[in-house]
């Protein structure tokens, strides 16, 4: 739990072999991390769910997510975004997506990718992610994402420039993670060690 009550689980899917070490600590560093997020923002994350898994792990939880969220999708869109999502796993440390649950976000944490080792750089993916799961909720921005995965889905079309605000808020959102994950790392690992 963060310091202002925001609760986060950490959990498996399909975990992949030999990942026990990275479980355990994330286990052990989520609330911890949480709770420097907030911190450093001042406010709550709202719930936050963690599962560490595999890219394919990843992918199928990601799908499973945007369809309940937009439920419309055509059965050939949903196999694009399906091959979509196992490429962009591959690649992927992690992904945070919203959760269909109405608030919050999910957050995978891709079990193969040589970032998620406990001493390769966990906690950097960790704040990194962790700032994007506070991104989501703020004001206006889930509706946005909301919009735009229904326009990736072929159902409901959005403008050009609606399009552009979403494409200029998610480069400001990676700018702002990316900027911050050093320091919040640093003293995650700090407050871990």
Sequence with gaps: MGIFGSPVKVETYKPGWGRGRAL??????????????????????????????????????????????????????????????????????????????????????????????VDEGIETVLSHELVHCEQFGRRGVRELILAHTRHVFGVKELSPKVVKAFEDMLEGHEAEAYGLEDSLAARLRKAVA
């Design 24 to 117: 355990r600590f994330v286990q052990d560093a989520a609330p911890v991390a949480v709770r420097i997020v907030e911190e450093h923002y001042g406010r709550s994350l709202q719930p936050v769910r963690i599962t560490l898994t595999t890219p394919d792990g990843m992918a199928e939880l990601a799908c499973r997510a945007e369809f309940a969220l937009v439920p419309q999708v055509s059965a050939a869109a949903r196999a694009k975004a399906e091959r979509e999502a196992r490429e962009l796993a591959r690649g992927a440390a992690a992904q945070v997506v919203l959760s269909p649950r109405g608030r919050g976000t999910l957050l995978f944490l891709n079990s193969r990718s040589d970032a998620m080792r």
